[in-house]
Nanobody, 122 residues
Framework: QVQLVESGGGLVQAGGSLTLTCAASGLTFSSFIMSWFRQRPGYDREFVAAIYRNGISTYYADSVKGRFTISRDNAKKTVYLQMNSLKPEDTAVYYC???????????????WGQGTQVTVSS
C-alpha cells in the first residue's frame, strides 16, 4: 500500500534551520505532485509548498517564500523541505501529501503522511 513517511522534525531556536524528509513507497512517485502542508495550533491545515513532477516547478505560500525550499529526488522517491530562518509562528505539524492531478485542492490530495512536529522556540 501507499506510504508517505515524514521525518526530520524537532525543536529548533528561532532563526535556525531544519530539513524535513518525506519518503514515499507503493506509488509511482514521479507521477505525483508532492506538497507540504502544516497545521499550526488553533489553525486549519494550510498549504506550505508544492513541487511538480519534473522537480522544476515549485510553489510556496507567501508566509514561507524566500525561507523554505522544496525539492524532490524521483529516484529515491523522496521529497524535502529545507526550512531556514525559522520563526515561532512556523511551529506546526508538517505533513507531506501526494496528488495525481494538477489544480488539486487540499481535500483532493490522494495520499497523506502522518505528520512530523516542528517546534520553533523564541
Amino acid at each position: 500500500q501507499v506510504q508517505l513517511v515524514e521525518s526530520g522534525g524537532g525543536l529548533v531556536q528561532a532563526g535556525g534551520s531544519l530539513t524535513l524528509t518525506c519518503a514515499a513507497s507503493g506509488l509511482t512517485f514521479s507521477s505525483f505532485i508532492m506538497s507540504w502542508f502544516r497545521q499550526r495550533p488553533g489553525y486549519d491545515r494550510e498549504f506550505v509548498a508544492a513541487i511538480y513532477r519534473n522537480g522544476i516547478s515549485t510553489y510556496y505560500a507567501d508566509s514561507v517564500k524566500g525561507r523554505f525550499t522544496i525539492s524532490r529526488d524521483n529516484a529515491k522517491k523522496t521529497v524535502y523541505l529545507q526550512m531556514n530562518s525559522l520563526k515561532p509562528e512556523d511551529t506546526a505539524v508538517y505533513y507531506c501529501a501526494a496528488a495525481a492531478r494538477t489544480n488539486t485542492t487540499m481535500a483532493e490530495y490522494d495520499y497523506w503522511g502522518q505528520g512530523t512536529q516542528v517546534t520553533v522556540s523564541s
